[in-house]
């Protein structure tokens, strides 16, 4: 599993606001 699909699994545990920081810095 790469970061960006760990990201995607992740993003409904977070707010929309963490999970597009975290994104952000995956990218």
């Known amino acids: 599993m ?3 699909e ?3 699994v992740l993003t ?3 707010s929309e606001d963490v999970a597009k ?3 952000a810095k995956f990218t």
């Open 2 to 4: 790469n970061q960006y």
């Open 6 to 8: 760990t990201v995607i």
């Open 12 to 14: 409904p545990l977070l």
């Open 21 to 23: 920081e975290a994104i």
